[in-house]
């Protein structure tokens, strides 16, 4: 995990190095004060030289203020490589995550997600941050200030070092009980952060279903429990400061105490004595320093976990060593193909889908919800693999392509689809951005779309909130399909991206598309038997399994799903002929 770690310390590096040489020339100048206030109450004060108290104040001065510069500079660098550090773990992070598969994503929530990234990200900065100063600091400063002191006196030194091994106990306990807190205080703020998405993505359907309340009493909830766990912890390492000044004071009180003896005996002097007490001091706040670093690695460890969980996450959508960098036509063949979310082959929501789809042509797919129609279209462009069979577009098996050139050819209009905030334009541009204006009105006539943005206060420089929340359903589909149009794709899917259109305008686009864009094959999955009668072929699905292929006339008269549907939209009065 650690190497893992320091590898994205990358070109922080150098600064990471700096900071411990200030620091060890600020701990060699705080060493050395000590010692100047030794000679300057032996030398200048007891004996009332005011020469000597000059000579040593001024070199008990210069060496304060090196001492603080040396101290700004290694808090510089210590800031700078830390927050790179976190700079390169998040942009790592995303990366890894731009690069998950949909089943990497479905494993896990993009709540916590978020908080890897963000919360996780910053703990690991801030332990880096305290190791760069006060890990490298305190064993040095401990070190030096041990020497000095037991060259001093040994004795006495001895005396109050037999705090520490009780002060080392205290800390173990200490952090022994902060751990688990911690670790579970970061996976509810993953909850924190789920309800918060949560409530302000659906804040439309919240107010309608009047449930305020019940979802405030859920933040509650989950914020109680990280307030009573993190305040449990940080209690529990509240302890860390009190139980350091307590071992200082007492340390203070035991030299004391043994050292007025030694200086009445005529075996140490003033001066001596006052410096012991400062180099005691020194070592305890070492001590109490390194505590700090061994707490604030405890906080950050449950992050760091988490970091390198996601990290090591490897995409199961593996690029071909030797991809195939074109896609020769869109043709479309499935062969015995089979797929589960679980990679389970013995729980396939899909099995022995066999059809093939040449380029150019129009099919249709019915089906119940939740028969899989949109999982058999995901597996063309490689949202997903197949767990048994083959997918082949152009003739070639989809995993040998490389898969931003499959990807590039096959534009998805999911049911689920979203808008970023930026213009219309800007939107539209995600499909090509090398589009013209005039290619960005043509497609936008195909979708229907032109007539409505026109009628926009700004056009096409009219501004999408952000998931498109100021457009209407019919409009935002019709965007979206406007936007895939744009990519000149060698396979368009539509999954029900005409939901919530009129069935008119819904076949105003089924015939622009067919008569403008006749290479492209196009898959329509839809509700409405309207908006696939008119197609090539028809696909029934039912429960993973194709049921029957044919036209709509055909399937009407052999086909009882359909028949159903066909008749259940019939009785309705849902059929709009165009
Ligand atoms: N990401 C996922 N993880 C696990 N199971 C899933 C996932 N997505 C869909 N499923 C399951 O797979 C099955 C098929 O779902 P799919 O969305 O393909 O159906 P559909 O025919 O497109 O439905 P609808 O018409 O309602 O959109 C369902 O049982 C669904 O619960």
Redesign the pocket.
């Known amino acids: 995990m650690i190497k893992k770690l320091a590898n994205l310390i990358g070109e922080y590096k150098k600064d990471s190095l700096i900071t411990p040489i200030f620091m060890v020339l600020e701990v060699i100048m705080e060493v050395i004060i000590p010692l100047l206030m030794a000679f300057l109450i032996d030398y200048g004060i007891n004996p009332g030289e005011m020469n000597m108290i000059l000579i040593i104040g001024s070199a008990l001065f210069f060496s304060a203020l090196i001492s603080l510069l040396f101290g700004v500079l290694a808090g510089h660098y210590a800031a700078k490589a830390s927050s790179g550090f976190g700079k390169n773990v998040r942009k790592q992070l995303f990366y890894n995550v731009q690069n998950f598969s949909?089943s990497n994503i479905?494993k896990y929530s993009t709540a916590s997600l978020i908080t890897r990234m963000t919360t996780d990200v910053t703990n690991v900065q801030n332990a880096y941050q305290m190791i760069l100063r006060a890990a490298i600091r305190a064993p040095i400063m401990l070190l030096f200030s041990l020497i000095m002191a037991f060259s001093i006196n040994a004795r006495l030194s001895l005396v109050f070092l037999t705090i520490v091994p009780v002060l080392g106990l205290g800390l173990y306990f200490i952090i022994k009980k902060a751990h688990p807190l911690f670790k579970r205080v970061f996976k509810t703020y993953d909850k924190l952060n789920s309800v918060v998405q949560e409530n302000l993505r659906g804040i439309r359907v919240i107010k309608s279903f009047v449930r305020d309340q019940e979802e405030t009493k859920k933040f509650h909830q989950v914020s109680k429990s990280i307030f009573k766990d993190f305040s449990t912890a940080e209690k529990i390492l509240a302890f860390n400061a009190p139980l350091m000044q307590f071992a200082i004071y007492t340390s203070i009180l035991l030299i004391s105490w043994f050292g007025a003896q030694f200086i009445v005996s005529d075996t140490m002097t003033t001066g001596e004595l006052v410096s012991l007490i400062s180099y005691a001091a020194q070592i305890l706040m070492s001590l109490m320093m390194a505590s700090m670093v061994f707490v604030m690695i405890t906080i950050s460890r449950a992050s760091a976990e988490r970091i390198v969980e996601s990290l090591d996450e490897q995409t199961d959508l593996h690029n071909n060593d030797d991809p195939i960098l074109e896609v020769a036509s869109g043709d479309i063949t499935f062969e015995n193909v089979g797929f589960s979310?679980?990679h389970d082959k013995n729980n396939l929501?899909l099995e022995n889908i066999n059809f093939s789809i040449k380029q150019g042509e129009t099919v249709g797919i019915i089906?119940?919800?939740?028969?899989?129609?949109?999982?058999?279209v995901?597996l063309i462009p490689r949202l997903y693999d197949t767990t048994v069979g083959t997918v082949k577009v152009g003739g070639v098996d989809v995993r040998n392509y490389d898969l931003h050139t499959l990807r590039d050819q096959v534009a998805v209009v999911l049911?689920k689809n979203v808008l970023f905030s930026g213009t219309i334009k800007e939107n539209l541009r995600w499909g090509n951005k090398d589009a013209t204006d005039e290619e960005l009105i043509r497609v936008c006539k195909l979708a229907q779309a032109h007539d409505f943005i026109m009628e926009m206060p700004d056009g096409y420089d009219t501004h999408i909130e952000q998931g498109g929340s100021n457009v209407s359903g019919g409009q935002k589909q019709r965007l979206t399909i406007a936007r895939a149009l744009l990519k000149r794709p060698k396979i368009l899917i539509f999954?029900?991206s005409t939901s919530a259109v009129d069935t008119k305008t819904d076949a105003y686009i089924r015939e622009a598309i067919r008569t403008e864009i006749p290479e492209t094959t196009k898959i329509i999955?839809a509700?409405r038997v309207t908006s696939v009668m008119d197609a090539d072929k028809i696909m029934v699905?039912d429960n993973?399994n194709i049921q029957a292929i044919g036209t709509h006339d055909s399937l009407l008269t052999s086909n009882a799903i359909y028949q159903e549907v066909y008749q259940s939209q019939q009785v309705g009065g849902i059929v709009d002929a165009i």
Not at 367 to 376: D, E, M, R, V
């Open positions: 949909f479905d979310y679980q929501v089906g119940g919800t939740g028969s899989s129609k949109t999982t058999l995901q049911q999954d029900d999955i509700q699905i993973g």
